[in-house]
């Protein structure tokens, strides 16, 4: 007898893919962060991005950044969960307000918040 997940397996999110889909969706290289508020793990695309003037990272700074990001996400099992909501989202980043997306717990998360 052959052992088959549940359900199948998301592929891995890549920094590439992710920067790709920022760019599609809102024409601009967002600034991504992971926020811890009340027990619960937020991704939040925040209202900075790499094209801008005043963006306080360089382009290989914000590269490296986002590799970090993609590989955390990952290491949580929420890439599915991110790329599903990045791409449906109706929301849109503006000045002094970030969109937030709370992680759904698989689990994993309670280890990540330790």
Same mark, same amino acid.
């Given at each position: ?13 890549? &920094? &590439? =893919? $992710?920067?790709? /889909? ?8 967002? %600034? !991504?962060? !992971? ?5 619960? $793990? ?7 991005? $790499? @094209? ?6 360089? @382009? @290989? %700074? ?8 993609? @590989?955390?996400?990952?290491? /949580?099992?929420? &890439? ?10 109706? %929301? +849109?980043?503006? !000045?002094? +307000? ?6 759904? %717990?698989?689990?994993?998360?309670? =280890?990540? $918040?330790?």
């Amino acid at each position: 007898m052959l052992w088959a997940p549940l359900q199948p397996l998301a592929m891995p999110l890549t &920094a &590439a =893919e $992710l920067l790709s /889909i920022l760019r599609e969706r809102w024409g601009a290289s967002y %600034d !991504l962060q !992971l926020h811890r508020r009340a027990g619960r $793990l937020y991704l939040q695309v925040m209202w900075a991005y $790499l @094209e801008q003037q005043s963006f306080p990272l360089s @382009e @290989e %700074d914000y590269l490296l950044r986002l590799q970090q990001l993609v @590989e955390q996400l990952n290491g /949580i099992g929420q &890439a599915e969960a991110v790329r599903n909501w990045l791409q449906t989202t109706r %929301d +849109k980043p503006r !000045l002094g +307000k970030a969109l937030s997306f709370p992680l759904p %717990d698989q689990g994993r998360l309670s =280890e990540f $918040l330790l």
